[in-house]
């Protein structure tokens, strides 16, 4: 599957965005999705995971409560809402498509992976 993240960009602390993962290739509705981010001189850490029906959400602890993933088969979209962003937010957001059993934090268990977005969140 072909995975296209957007949405980034400079934002103040406080505030929101929205990032949209369009996929594709692979039947979209049948895929497992998750966000991930890397932070410069960081490895890449999960951030959000939804099930192929959108009914089963996670997240990271850091995000809980500030993220909300949620999906579109209708248009084979993904979306990362993030509010309240602070700093440490700054980093690529990537989109990715799970391709084997396990869990959502296991960036291993993702073979697809979308070029990423640029989030940077000033104080």
């Known amino acids: 599957v072909q995975l296209q993240a957007s949405g980034g960009g400079l934002v103040q602390a406080g505030g929101s965005l929205r990032l949209s993962c369009a996929a594709s290739?692979?039947?979209?509705?049948?895929?497992?999705l998750g966000w991930f981010r890397q932070a410069p001189g960081r490895e890449r850490e999960f951030v959000a995971g939804?099930?192929?029906?959108?009914?089963?959400?996670y997240y990271a602890g850091s995000m809980k409560g500030r993220f909300t993933i949620s999906r579109d088969n209708a248009r084979n979209t993904v979306y990362l809402q993030m509010n309240s962003l602070k700093p440490e937010d700054t980093a690529v957001y990537y989109c990715?498509?799970?391709?084997?059993?396990?869990?959502?934090?296991?960036?291993?268990?993702?073979?697809?992976w979308g070029q990423g977005t640029e989030v940077t969140v000033s104080s």
């Open positions: 290739g692979r039947t979209f509705s049948s895929l497992d």
């Open positions: 990715a498509a799970k391709s084997y059993s396990g869990s959502y934090y296991d960036l291993n268990l993702y073979r697809d």
């Open positions: 939804i099930s192929w029906s959108g009914g089963v959400t």
